[in-house]
């Protein structure tokens, strides 16, 4: 491939031409001898510049730049799934096969396996009108996803050639098809798709089914919907990578798209160690079945960073199009934005807040806005959930990236240094979190779950803001001074505290929480509340009822009820009872 | 062909520009020779056409516009690689200073290093047994972890690592060596002193190897330091299969060099005019530590850092705890309480050790043992605040217990002596003793059948008399 267009300065990742006309913005190039990947970010009339997504060491003015005269495409085929990508697609188990254990620049290797057949079925027959979005042919891509052929968005038109069943590789024709003008187009098992422009869909659907996770806190006092989006801020140590990790493997998603941003290269070999050896309950399946990984973590170049979200992005908008609710965890959002400064620094462009770059709010909507749950070109339904974890400047909620990012999410997980401290896990902060999905999903609890999942979950929430206000007072003169009704309340709120909102993620059991159980937890702690709170008007202390070691059976209940055993909640209902009936005799 | 380019355009600080340059390229040496025949090293950072920026490691003083002749060296900062390297000493830029001589190279390494390909790690799992009571139970100390103490001036984080190095049991593993990476970074000559004879009188200087940038060297320099040493680092652990525990003191030196550099380059600063690539920058470095597939070394990193002012939200701290797997705090009240090592329990973590603890590890209670602490220290503080309000004698029962269990908890479980080595049993029933003075009832981090095992009822038997040696000073009132 010839090209007059050379180097003329490098500044870090980014890379600048002189004089040239020939690309376009956002266009995919290849930088130098060992053709590093790179696009194009700023045109002016002297000056091209290009991030390049691979260390930029021993360039030299006047090495040559290549255009591809595309925007930064991925290749969406069958294979991706149970795959590990960095943050442009290139997949790392084969980059390890082609340059060992270290990530060595300019590795070209193709996403997705070329040579891999596929037992294609073929949906079609020679004259069926194709419209844009519709399912071609399918494939078993693992042993629980089907993948289904789509066509292009750009494309319909008639069938003029169908191959048989069999086996075929990536880039092989299936299906030709001639559209209105009479040009004909070969459909393969493959397509490509810019990164960086959403997939179109048939139409938004509201966001009324929730996205059960499993975990107490979430599903019960800050519930997410399919299609949802959440934000999970904390500082280190809080256990936002812990969060992710628990939804990841628990959420009644289809397909989950994990996308390490600029986080720690251990981590994601503790996802892909735990995830190959963890079944999902559902299917008997390893969670890899239904799991996609991007890594590109903290030492890999920075621009690829910034490219990592799109590119996860993409791959879960695939997969929603073919009918699948897909959640997308992208640990950390931060770490984008913070790639978005650098560059942005580099380009030396007026900095907003705390040096950002003043397009940070549209950048972040235009992500989350991204998610969605929606009937897609072929009719089905699917979704995108997004997760984004997000890592605040010395623990600082108030910085940029926080604030934007609570703008355009709904759901608000707040985790907490205090209750990290403490190791109460999940972190997630009940004053400070907030969800806006409740009147949305509201129906579907009442209809799945019966009236009293709503209440129960008021009195709780009640019960937990009655507790902080009287800590207030606490704080200041100890809790013996308050009245036995106000102590109920507290013993109450611990009961909810401990047996309730912290969860075991190392037990069998308490690791994910069905939504039966939880409305049981939520009963029984509900019920001893409101028989003492009749014992305590009938002027019995309130040390004799804590005494009977009730509440610390409360605290024990989610170890000592198996999820698959809910009638035992009638059991300690009925214990409840028998101990209290001891106080009144 | 070889060119000389005389004189420079413009100086600013550690930069130099030089015009008319051809075929230079993006991070490639320098030699600067200068007229009265001293040698400088530099590196080019940036090249727009013909006009290349470099960095002078060694400062820019008495160079003017036309005293120097710049050579290209067509290759990036490299380092120069033996299995000789061991026991020596070099200078930040990775130069041998301890008068022998030049090491013959058995390889060539980009001090840049490369990204390690994330499936190509092997997840750690083996823990460290340091003998540190609070560091093995609470935040267990995992082989290929990164894990810095973040302390302040004036604390013992320098004994603390010595402590760790020496007792750290990492030649255990059969037939694996160890070896020690030692990077000061704008540290007192003292500072380096003291570890060159702690590493002395433990009797592993020849396993040492070290890169001193010291206080008053230059900070270019200083920049290369931590490269240097983890570039000895990996290659050592993954080509000598080596297990190499890494020491970089003082992180937040390193940060302040990078700062001064960035500024001196015009970028734009970020949080406390750190350039806004420092997270990238320090992740750079944290991240090379780890074990890959098919090496049996591995590289473990303590970096140890004073956070300004004691302050944990400090830039420096605040993104090394993001980037790395956890954090061993010092805490200066109980410092100044006289407590040895001054580990503040509650905000110090390790991510790794879930992993590596429990069954086949270490003990199978071990988890729920060290929840247990968390969960009832944390209380402790409640306790002390409300005390500081309303007074101790006013507190509930179970408050004073706390408190009860809370002094105990620093004075045997934390402070331990300097040279006292503990093993992980012996820390862990200290443990269970000290939770058995709290009431059983309070324990709900804990289940029945652990309690039963392990919850000590009889309080006659609730004596750290075991433990006397390390507070000594209490035998004297």
Same mark, same amino acid.
């Given at each position: 491939?010839?090209?007059?267009?050379?180097?003329?300065?490098?500044?870090?990742?980014?890379?600048?031409?002189?004089?040239?006309?020939?690309? %376009?913005?956002?266009?995919?190039?290849?930088?130098?001898?060992?053709?590093?990947?790179?696009?194009? #970010?700023?045109?002016?009339?002297?000056?091209?510049?290009?991030?390049?997504?691979?260390?930029?060491?021993?360039?030299?003015?006047?090495?040559?730049?290549?255009?591809?005269?595309?925007?930064?495409?991925?290749?969406? *085929?069958? *294979?991706?799934?149970?795959?590990?990508? $960095? *943050?442009?697609?290139?997949?790392?188990?084969?980059?390890?096969?082609?340059?060992?254990?270290?990530?060595?620049?300019?590795?070209?290797?193709?996403?997705?396996?070329?040579?891999?057949?596929?037992?294609?079925?073929?949906?079609?027959?020679?004259?069926?009108?194709?419209?844009?979005?519709?399912?071609?042919?399918?494939?078993?891509?693992?042993?629980?996803?089907?993948?289904?052929?789509?066509?292009?968005?750009?494309?319909?038109?008639?069938?003029?050639?169908?191959?048989?069943?069999?086996?075929?590789?990536?880039? $092989?024709?299936?299906?030709?098809?001639?559209?209105?003008?009479?040009?004909?187009?070969?459909?393969?098992?493959?397509?490509?798709?810019?990164?960086?422009?959403?997939?179109?869909?048939?139409?938004?659907?509201?966001?009324?089914?929730?996205?059960?996770?499993?975990? /107490?806190? #979430?599903?019960?006092?800050?519930?997410?919907?399919?299609?949802?989006?959440?934000?999970?801020?904390? *500082?280190?140590?809080?256990?936002?990578?812990?969060?992710?990790?628990?939804?990841?493997?628990?959420?009644?998603?289809?397909?989950?798209?994990?996308?390490?941003?600029?986080?720690?290269?251990?981590?994601?070999?503790?996802?892909?160690?735990?995830?190959?050896?963890?079944?999902?309950?559902?299917?008997? /399946?390893?969670?890899?079945?239904?799991?996609?990984?991007?890594?590109?973590?903290?030492?890999?170049?920075?621009?690829?960073?910034?490219?990592?979200?799109?590119?996860?992005?993409?791959?879960?908008?695939?997969?929603?199009?073919?009918?699948?609710?897909?959640?997308?965890?992208?640990? %950390?959002?931060?770490?984008?934005?913070?790639?978005?400064?650098?560059?942005?620094?580099?380009?030396?462009?007026?900095?907003?807040?705390?040096?950002?770059?003043?397009?940070?709010?549209?950048?972040?909507?235009?992500?989350?806005?991204?998610?969605?749950?929606?009937?897609?070109?072929?009719?089905?339904?699917?979704?995108?959930?997004?997760?984004?974890?997000?890592?605040?400047?010395?623990?600082?909620?108030?910085?940029?990236?926080?604030?934007?990012?609570?703008?355009?999410?709904?759901?608000?997980?707040?985790?907490?240094?205090?209750?990290?401290?403490?190791?109460?896990?999940?972190?997630?902060?009940?004053?400070?979190?907030?969800?806006?999905?409740?009147?949305?999903?509201?129906?579907?609890?009442?209809?799945?779950?019966? $009236?009293?999942?709503?209440?129960? /979950?008021?009195?709780?929430?009640?019960?937990?803001?009655?507790?902080?206000?009287?800590?207030?007072?606490?704080?200041?003169?100890?809790?013996?001074?308050?009245? $036995?009704?106000?102590?109920?309340?507290?013993?109450?709120?611990?009961?909810? /505290?401990?047996?309730?909102?912290?969860?075991?993620?190392?037990?069998?059991?308490?690791?994910?929480?069905?939504?039966?159980?939880?409305?049981?937890?939520?009963?029984?702690?509900?019920?001893?509340?409101?028989?003492?709170?009749?014992?305590?008007?009938?002027?019995?202390?309130?040390?004799?009822?804590?005494?009977?070691?009730?509440?610390?059976?409360?605290?024990?209940?989610?170890?000592?009820?198996?999820?698959?055993?809910?009638?035992?909640?009638?059991?300690?209902?009925?214990?409840?009872?028998?101990?209290?009936?001891?106080?009144?005799? | 062909?070889?060119?000389?380019?005389?004189? +420079?355009?413009?100086?600013?600080?550690?930069?130099? +520009?030089?015009?008319?340059?051809?075929?230079?390229?993006?991070?490639?040496?320098?030699?600067?020779?200068?007229?009265?025949?001293?040698?400088? !090293?530099?590196?080019?950072?940036?090249?727009?056409?013909?006009?290349?920026?470099?960095? +002078?490691?060694?400062?820019?003083?008495?160079?003017?516009?036309?005293?120097?002749?710049?050579?290209?060296?067509?290759?990036?900062?490299?380092? =120069?690689?033996?299995?000789?390297?061991?026991?020596?000493?070099?200078?930040?830029?990775?130069?041998?200073?301890?008068?022998?001589?030049?090491?013959?190279?058995?390889?060539?390494?980009? +001090?840049?290093?490369?990204?390690?390909?994330?499936?190509?790690?092997?997840?750690?799992?083996?823990?460290?047994?340091?003998?540190?009571?609070?560091?093995?139970?609470?935040?267990?100390?995992?082989?290929?972890?990164? @894990?810095?103490?973040?302390?302040?001036?004036?604390?013992? !984080?320098?004994?603390?690592?010595?402590?760790?190095?020496?007792?750290?049991?990492?030649?255990?593993?059969?037939?694996?060596?160890?070896?020690?990476?030692? =990077?000061?970074?704008?540290?007192?000559?003292?500072?380096?002193?003291?570890?060159?004879?702690?590493?002395?009188?433990?009797?592993?200087?020849?396993?040492?190897?070290?890169?001193?940038?010291?206080?008053?060297?230059?900070?270019?320099?200083?920049?290369?330091?931590?490269?240097?040493?983890?570039? =000895?680092?990996?290659?050592?652990?993954?080509?000598?299969?080596?297990?190499?525990?890494?020491?970089?003191?003082?992180?937040?030196?390193?940060?302040?060099?990078?700062?001064?550099?960035?500024?001196?380059?015009?970028?734009?600063?970020?949080?406390?005019?750190?350039?806004?690539?420092?997270?990238?920058? @320090?992740?750079?470095?944290?991240?090379?530590?780890?074990?890959?597939?098919?090496?049996?070394?591995?590289?473990?990193?303590?970096?140890?850092?004073?956070?300004?002012?004691?302050?944990?939200? !400090?830039?420096?701290?605040?993104?090394?705890?993001?980037?790395?797997?956890?954090?061993?705090?010092?805490?200066?009240?109980?410092?100044?309480?006289?407590?040895?090592?001054?580990?503040?329990?509650?905000?110090?973590?390790?991510?790794?050790?879930?992993?590596?603890?429990?069954?086949?590890?270490?003990?199978?209670? !071990?988890?729920?043992?060290?929840?247990?602490?968390?969960?009832?220290?944390?209380?402790?503080?409640?306790?002390?605040?409300?005390?500081?309000?309303?007074?101790?004698?006013?507190?509930?029962?179970?408050?004073?217990?706390?408190?009860?269990?809370?002094?105990?908890?620093?004075?045997?479980?934390?402070?331990?002596?300097?040279?006292?080595?503990?093993?992980?049993?012996?820390?862990?029933?200290?443990?269970?003793?000290?939770?058995?003075? @709290?009431?059983?009832?309070?324990?709900?981090?804990?289940?029945?059948?652990?309690?039963?095992?392990?919850?000590?009822?009889?309080?006659?038997?609730?004596?750290?008399?075991?433990?006397?040696?390390?507070?000594?000073?209490?035998?004297?009132?």
């Amino acid at each position: 491939m010839a090209t007059n267009d050379v180097i003329y300065g490098i500044n870090g990742p980014v890379v600048t031409i002189k004089d040239t006309r020939t690309f %376009s913005m956002m266009e995919m190039v290849y930088v130098g001898e060992s053709r590093l990947v790179g696009e194009i #970010i700023g045109i002016n009339d002297q000056f091209t510049t290009v991030q390049v997504y691979e260390e930029t060491t021993g360039l030299k003015p006047g090495d040559p730049i290549y255009g591809t005269g595309a925007p930064m495409n991925v290749l969406l *085929g069958p *294979g991706i799934i149970d795959n590990i990508f $960095d *943050g442009i697609e290139r997949p790392l188990k084969a980059i390890e096969e082609q340059s060992g254990s270290f990530i060595s620049r300019g590795a070209s290797v193709s996403p997705l396996d070329l040579n891999r057949y596929w037992n294609v079925k073929i949906k079609v027959k020679v004259g069926d009108r194709l419209e844009p979005g519709q399912i071609y042919a399918t494939c078993p891509e693992t042993a629980i996803i089907e993948h289904r052929f789509l066509v292009p968005p750009s494309l319909s038109g008639v069938v003029t050639s169908v191959e048989p069943n069999g086996k075929y590789r990536l880039k $092989d024709t299936i299906v030709t098809i001639k559209d209105d003008k009479g040009a004909v187009h070969e459909l393969t098992l493959c397509q490509e798709w810019p990164i960086r422009q959403a997939r179109p869909n048939a139409q938004r659907l509201p966001a009324t089914i929730p996205l059960i996770t499993g975990q /107490r806190v #979430i599903d019960t006092m800050f519930p997410i919907s399919k299609g949802g989006t959440a934000a999970i801020p904390g *500082g280190f140590g809080t256990g936002k990578t812990m969060t992710q990790h628990q939804l990841a493997k628990w959420c009644d998603a289809d397909i989950i798209v994990y996308v390490g941003c600029g986080e720690r290269g251990n981590e994601m070999s503790q996802v892909l160690d735990e995830f190959s050896e963890l079944i999902d309950p559902k299917s008997g /399946r390893p969670m890899t079945d239904r799991t996609v990984l991007i890594a590109n973590t903290s030492n890999m170049p920075v621009a690829a960073r910034e490219a990592s979200i799109y590119t996860g992005l993409t791959l879960a908008e695939y997969y929603r199009d073919m009918g699948y609710h897909v959640a997308i965890m992208a640990d %950390s959002t931060s770490r984008w934005a913070e790639a978005l400064r650098e560059i942005s620094g580099r380009l030396e462009e007026m900095p907003a807040e705390e040096g950002f770059p003043a397009y940070l709010p549209s950048r972040l909507s235009e992500f989350y806005e991204r998610a969605g749950r929606v009937t897609t070109l072929s009719g089905s339904e699917g979704s995108v959930t997004i997760i984004g974890a997000v890592s605040p400047q010395g623990s600082d909620f108030s910085e940029p990236v926080t604030q934007n990012t609570k703008r355009f999410t709904r759901c608000f997980w707040a985790l907490d240094k205090s209750l990290a401290y403490a190791r109460h896990y999940p972190a997630i902060n009940w004053m400070d979190s907030y969800s806006e999905y409740f009147t949305d999903l509201d129906p579907w609890f009442k209809a799945n779950l019966g $009236d009293e999942f709503i209440r129960y /979950r008021n009195k709780i929430t009640a019960i937990l803001h009655e507790e902080s206000a009287l800590m207030e007072i606490v704080k200041l003169i100890g809790s013996d001074v308050l009245p $036995d009704e106000q102590k109920l309340v507290i013993e109450t709120a611990k009961a909810v /505290r401990v047996g309730f909102l912290q969860q075991n993620a190392f037990h069998a059991d308490d690791t994910f929480v069905p939504l039966e159980k939880q409305k049981l937890m939520m009963k029984a702690i509900l019920y001893l509340y409101t028989k003492a709170k009749h014992i305590i008007a009938a002027a019995i202390p309130i040390s004799s009822i804590t005494s009977l070691g009730l509440f610390e059976k409360l605290a024990k209940m989610k170890y000592d009820i198996p999820n698959s055993q809910p009638e035992k909640f009638d059991e300690l209902l009925a214990e409840i009872d028998t101990a209290l009936a001891s106080l009144t005799n | 062909m070889i060119l000389d380019y005389v004189g +420079v355009k413009e100086i600013n600080g550690s930069l130099i +520009v030089l015009d008319d340059v051809e075929g230079a390229s993006y991070e490639e040496m320098v030699d600067i020779r200068l007229d009265n025949g001293t040698f400088r !090293h530099g590196r080019i950072v940036q090249i727009e056409g013909k006009r290349v920026v470099v960095q +002078v490691f060694e400062g820019t003083k008495s160079i003017s516009l036309d005293n120097t002749r710049t050579r290209l060296k067509c290759r990036p900062m490299e380092l =120069a690689l033996s299995p000789e390297i061991m026991g020596r000493v070099f200078s930040g830029a990775g130069t041998p200073i301890d008068g022998f001589g030049d090491v013959y190279p058995v390889k060539r390494a980009n +001090v840049n290093g490369t990204p390690m390909n994330p499936v190509s790690r092997v997840y750690p799992r083996n823990y460290i047994n340091t003998g540190i009571s609070t560091i093995d139970t609470l935040m267990t100390l995992i082989r290929g972890q990164k @894990l810095p103490i973040f302390s302040g001036s004036g604390m013992k !984080h320098n004994e603390l690592a010595v402590q760790i190095v020496r007792q750290a049991k990492i030649s255990d593993s059969g037939d694996n060596k160890f070896g020690i990476v030692f =990077a000061a970074m704008g540290v007192k000559n003292d500072v380096a002193d003291y570890f060159r004879r702690s590493f002395d009188e433990s009797g592993v200087l020849s396993r040492v190897v070290m890169f001193l940038n010291l206080a008053n060297d230059p900070i270019i320099e200083r920049t290369l330091t931590p490269r240097c040493a983890l570039t =000895a680092a990996e290659y050592l652990a993954f080509e000598c299969n080596m297990h190499v525990l890494v020491i970089m003191t003082d992180m937040t030196s390193y940060a302040e060099a990078l700062r001064e550099f960035s500024s001196s380059k015009g970028e734009i600063p970020g949080r406390k005019g750190f350039p806004g690539y420092l997270y990238s920058d @320090l992740a750079s470095l944290y991240e090379r530590a780890g074990m890959i597939k098919g090496s049996k070394g591995s590289v473990t990193q303590i970096p140890i850092l004073t956070m300004p002012n004691d302050d944990i939200t !400090h830039p420096v701290p605040d993104l090394t705890g993001y980037i790395t797997e956890g954090q061993i705090v010092l805490d200066r009240s109980l410092e100044g309480q006289g407590l040895y090592p001054p580990v503040s329990v509650l905000p110090s973590l390790s991510r790794l050790m879930k992993d590596g603890i429990g069954d086949g590890y270490t003990r199978s209670d !071990h988890q729920a043992l060290a929840n247990q602490l968390f969960a009832a220290y944390a209380r402790v503080q409640d306790a002390r605040s409300l005390a500081s309000v309303i007074g101790e004698e006013e507190l509930s029962p179970v408050d004073k217990k706390y408190m009860e269990f809370g002094k105990l908890f620093e004075q045997y479980f934390v402070n331990q002596g300097y040279s006292e080595n503990r093993t992980i049993e012996q820390s862990l029933d200290l443990g269970w003793k000290l939770l058995s003075t @709290l009431p059983r009832t309070e324990l709900d981090r804990v289940d029945d059948e652990l309690l039963d095992q392990h919850y000590i009822s009889d309080p006659e038997q609730l004596n750290f008399d075991d433990f006397k040696s390390a507070a000594g000073s209490d035998d004297e009132d």
